[in-house]
Nanobody, 125 residues
Framework: VQLQASGGGLVQAEDSLRLSCAAS????????MGWFRQAPGKQREFVAG????????YYTGSVKGRFTISRDNAKNTVYLQMNSLKPEDTAVYYC???????????????????WGQGTLVTVSS
């Protein structure tokens, strides 16, 4: 599976952005998908995750209520809708795919098998 993230850019605080992650290859619907981010000088952190069907979603606390993860298995694409952006959301955002057999989406970057190249989101105050 190859992942291509897009949609980043420079926005002002309280603006919105939608990130997309297009997957190539087969069996996209068999993967749990996650979005992670890494700010300068910080470790990569889990942002949001979604199960195979899209019925279950998970968020880190700082984005809950502002970000929404979704997927379209027919288009092999996962999305991250980001509203009410804050300067602290500034980071490189990565999508990732987990082919593991788990009961819930993992927040641990180490379990993800495939990663996109990242897309930069910069939020000015």
């Amino acid at each position: 599976v190859q992942l291509q993230a897009s949609g980043g850019g420079l926005v002002q605080a309280e603006d919105s952005l939608r990130l997309s992650c297009a997957a190539s290859g087969r069996d996209f619907s068999n993967y749990y998908m996650g979005w992670f981010r890494q700010a300068p000088g910080k470790q990569r952190e889990f942002v949001a995750g979604i199960d195979w069907s899209g019925d279950s979603t998970y968020y880190t606390g700082s984005v809950k209520g502002r970000f929404t993860i979704s997927r379209d298995n027919a288009k092999n694409t996962v999305y991250l809708q980001m509203n009410s952006l804050k300067p602290e959301d500034t980071a490189v955002y990565y999508c990732a795919a987990d082919y593991g057999v788990r009961s819930v989406v993992s927040r641990d970057a180490r379990v993800y098998d495939y990663w996109g190249q990242g897309t930069l989101v910069t939020v000015s105050s």
